[in-house]
């Protein structure tokens, strides 16, 4: 969505808040790099003409003013910031200034891609004036869309601009004079990359690239283009007349003469219609679409009175208000429909009943004949049929067999063509067929086998053991089941069971429990805790180390493989881990703290490195980049070079990504707002010094009024 204007371009809205009546003598920090270009004192000027008469106080070889005087547009006047109690607070720059009373945009209407820039229209799509539209009382001018107060004072100014006193508050850059393809930036020089640049029109530089500003396509109608972004532009109407300019490029919709009204800018007869009859006269030559007699009357084409029929809520065949019926209305039975004015069955009429699509008349009611249950009148509802024209059942509850209907669940047995057997149960997988019970959860074992007596409930396959026909509790398994000896059923966890040996550990694991041999069966608390070589078991939480070398003397316990010194067989306390190991020499192993740097035997203090067999503390304090850090590093410190940053102790040049918007400039590696004070900024690459104000934003040069 586009924002607002203000909200989002209120820095830019400066850079054409243009105050008239420029004495020819413009500076700046962007030179177009045009041809013919001249320079003033170090910046760029603009050639004011030949100069017709003797030469004023504003030229270089004319005359110079007394003291206590000042030239102004070419005349020697008092000034008034120079008196014994200055106009301004101390600290703060004063100045005489030809300030504007109306904007010189006001009424300019530019073509597509133009702007208006001081009264003219000039190629590119920047913020619209923002004094546009600002009305300000008689001793006030509009600076930068606010009304100020004219403290007046007594120099000459062209038509429709009047002498004020400015007062400028004091800047970082005041008083720094910066090489001309440098800016001053927070009181120090950088700098300036798009010095020497010349963009095509249309176009500004932005950090040494030229960026056009009429990209857009912008769909919403109040939506403007502004340095490549569509904005939302705020209208300006308040007090103004109809048909005034909006400041947005259209039309104010507001007073107009009495008996008009204001539509699209343009003032036009105000029909009035106010109590008129449907038909009666507007007053502008048309006629009211006003009010009929009737309460269902409503006016059509603004002539007639036309009747609206209303069947809303109304019965089939009901008055419709209008002298007709209604023939889309409700009927007594739902399965009706109305027809014409008439209520009829589609389907079969029995009695005073309308039976729907599919359904006969039975027993003087709607049913169909395969839930009509002939002996007794019944017409079964839901899924369930007649059986045996009697019982209403569905088809997974009836039993065929024996001829009765489970009352829940579904039927066992029912269509085996053996009567007796039938029986009711949840499902299939709880029902017992061969004894007929049904498990009140899990599932049957041994079901199928023609044997009822070994029919028995568990919850599932793996719990279950046939032999013995018990069930193990959950998480457990059965062992040594279906070997037809009921005896040796073992229910026990699946890696705490021992083969070989046919015994569970409990809570433990059994390892060496599958390898044939029953004798070396062991429970261990796990099986990294278990030593192969020795056949030992280790402590709770602890692992062998060396288990499984085929040396069944070095075998030990530790907490983990990291505090573990193989070579000596030590173990290192908690949070240490061994140093020197496995290199085959018991007597350099040693234990240091976690995270701690080992360095030839011995433990580095935190910080240190271990830098040419001896731990080392790196120092960079007050080093540049790339110093030695004093033990094998650099450091990355600051660089001695402008706008480069220290990069793994190398000074690389700044680049900013994204790349940094309208004035802004990259500095470290961030993009950081070209000037100070954001009511300074001309253009995207200039700052406008105390009492300047930006001439031209197209080419970012500042003017002295």
């Known amino acids: 969505m586009p924002t607002s204007l203000t909200a989002r371009l209120r820095p830019w809205l400066i850079l054409f808040a243009v105050l008239a009546g420029c004495d020819g003598t413009v500076t700046g920090l962007q030179n177009t790099g045009g041809p013919g270009d001249e320079l003033c004192d170090g910046r760029p000027c603009v050639d004011a003409g030949p100069t017709v008469g003797p030469p004023t106080c504003a030229d270089s070889d004319g005359p110079s003013c007394d003291d206590g005087d000042t030239c102004f547009r070419g005349q020697c006047i008092p000034d008034e910031c120079d008196v014994e109690t200055p106009p301004c607070p101390d600290g703060e720059a004063c100045r005489m200034q030809c300030v504007p009373l109306s904007d010189p945009c006001e009424g300019v209407e530019c073509e597509e891609d133009f702007t208006c820039v001081q009264g003219s229209c000039v190629p590119g799509c920047f913020p619209p004036s923002p004094c546009l539209g600002v009305e300000c009382a008689d001793n006030e001018f509009c600076f930068f869309g606010t009304c100020l107060p004219i403290v007046a004072c007594g120099g000459q100014c062209a038509p429709g601009e009047t002498c004020g006193i400015r007062c400028f508050p004091p800047s970082p850059c005041d008083g720094v004079e910066c090489a001309e393809d440098q800016v001053c930036l927070q009181g120090e020089c950088i700098d300036n990359p798009c010095f020497d640049v010349a963009c095509p029109a249309g176009s500004l530089c932005v950090n040494g690239d030229c960026v056009e500003t009429c990209d857009c396509d912008c769909r919403d109608e109040s939506d403007i283009c502004v340095f490549n972004e569509c904005v939302e532009c705020e209208r300006n109407c308040e007090g103004k007349a109809c048909g005034e300019p909006d400041g947005c490029g259209g039309l104010c919709n507001g007073d107009c003469p009495e008996g008009e009204q204001c539509r699209n800018g343009v003032c036009e007869c105000a029909p009035d219609c106010s109590g008129a009859a449907c038909g009666a006269p507007d007053g502008c030559g048309g006629t009211c679409d006003g009010t009929c007699p009737g309460a269902q009357e409503v006016c059509q084409g603004r002539m007639n009175c036309v009747c609206q029929p209303d069947c809303a809520g109304k019965a089939c065949g009901a008055p419709d208000g209008c002298g007709g019926t209604c023939g889309s209305g409700s009927c007594p039975d739902a399965d009706q429909t109305c027809s014409g004015d008439e209520c009829v069955c589609p389907g079969v009429e029995c009695g005073a009943d309308c039976c729907p699509g599919g359904e006969e008349c039975l027993g003087g009611g709607c049913c169909t004949q395969e839930r009509f249950c002939d002996n007794n009148g019944t017409c079964c509802t839901g899924n369930t049929e007649c059986r045996n024209e009697t019982t209403c059942c569905s088809d997974a509850q009836w039993c065929e067999d024996d001829s009765f209907c489970c009352g829940s669940g579904r039927c066992i047995n029912g269509d085996d063509g053996i009567p007796g057997n039938d029986f009711c149960c949840a499902n299939g997988t709880r029902a017992c067929e061969d004894s007929g019970a049904c498990c009140s959860s899990g599932r049957c074992i041994n079901d199928r086998d023609g044997n009822p007596d070994n029919d028995f409930c568990c919850g599932s396959n793996g719990r279950a053991c046939e032999d013995s026909e018990q069930c193990c509790a959950s998480g457990q398994t059965c062992f040594e089941d279906r070997d037809g000896n009921d005896s040796n059923d073992v229910c026990c966890a699946s890696n705490a069971f021992c083969a070989d040996s046919g015994s569970c550990c409990g809570g433990d694991v059994c390892v060496d429990g599958n390898d044939g041999n029953p004798g070396n069966d062991q429970c261990c608390s796990s099986q990294a805790a278990f030593c192969g070589d020795s056949g030992t078991c280790c402590g709770e939480g602890q692992e062998c180390i060396l288990g499984d070398d085929g040396n069944a003397a070095n075998d ?97 040049p700044d680049v900013c990504d994204p790349g940094c918007g309208c004035g802004e400039i990259c500095v470290n590696g961030e993009c950081t707002a070209l000037c100070d004070d954001p009511s300074a900024q001309c253009g995207c690459g200039t700052c406008c010094g105390p009492g300047e104000v930006c001439a031209d934003p197209v080419n970012g040069l500042c003017g002295i009024p």
């Open 556 to 652: 030990f316990c530790c907490g983990s493989t990291d505090r573990a010194c193989e070579d000596s067989g030590a173990c290192c306390n908690a949070n240490n881990t061994c140093h020197g190991d496995t290199n085959g020499e018991a007597n350099d192993d040693f234990c240091c703290a976690n995270g701690t740097v080992a360095c030839s035997g011995e433990c580095c203090s935190g910080g240190s490195i271990c830098f040419e067999d001896s731990c080392c503390t790196p120092s960079c304090d007050g080093k540049l980049c790339g110093d030695s850090d004093g033990c094998g590093g650099t450091c990355d410190g600051p660089c001695i070079e402008p706008g480069a940053s220290c990069v793994a102790g190398e000074c690389v």
